[in-house]
């Protein structure tokens, strides 16, 4: 023991949370929940495999209208510079 506080002389002092009851139920518990979530929507993720290459191909125009803002994003194609300022005012 330790003459400071009682206790044996290995210990660090309180438990941590993971090591409590409430700890440890809680940690079975998201086993349970992540076991569940796993099998019931395991269909529905196999499911969608197939149709990835399709959904990528199809990301691509959408992106592209985002990220632009449409087809008015191209002023650097039409001789006005870098399209950051007026007339690419800034290079």
Do not use: N
Request: charged share 10%; with cysteine; proline share 8%.
């Amino acid at each position: 023991m330790s003459p400071a506080d009682g206790r044996p002389g290995g210990s660090a002092g309180t438990p941590s949370f993971f090591r409590s009851r409430a700890g440890i139920a809680l940690l079975v518990f998201l086993a349970i929940a992540a076991y569940f979530l796993w099998t019931e929507h395991q269909a529905h993720v196999w499911a969608a495999v197939p149709y990835l290459p399709w959904l990528l191909l199809l990301a691509c125009p959408l992106l592209h209208l985002f990220m632009h803002g449409g087809h008015g994003g191209h002023d650097d194609h039409r001789g006005g510079g870098s399209g950051s300022g007026p007339g690419g005012a800034d290079r």
